[in-house]
């Protein structure tokens, strides 16, 4: 089960390594969706972290980096940012950004 985190709390947790956040809001269908697969990758991925937000409580990750859909993933390696995937994708799509 992938972690939630606080609005607050996604700066220290993207310091160190490699780091997925799944901007996703409880009403969104496509988030619904893909929640299962990013909670699968979470048990199979030992060297990424996995934490998900809701932006409907996180208004300073949705202004820091312009999150104007969801399900939006935000992948980062050591503080920086790698990659901004956006909208609802499989599972072999994903496996082959996560690699």
């Known amino acids: 089960m992938v972690k939630e985190i606080k609005d607050t709390e996604y700066e220290t947790v993207i310091k160190e390594g490699k780091v997925v956040i799944d901007c996703y809001a409880p009403w969104c269908g496509p988030c619904k ?48 940012l790698k990659d901004k995937v956006v909208g609802l994708r499989s599972k072999s799509e994903l496996e082959e950004i996560f690699k």
């Open 33 to 80: 969706m893909i929640s299962p697969i990013i909670d699968k990758f979470s048990e199979e991925i030992s060297t990424t972290k996995f934490y998900k937000i809701n932006v409907d409580e996180a208004e300073k990750i949705t202004k820091d980096f312009n999150i104007m859909s969801i399900p939006t993933l935000l992948i980062f390696e050591n503080g920086e």
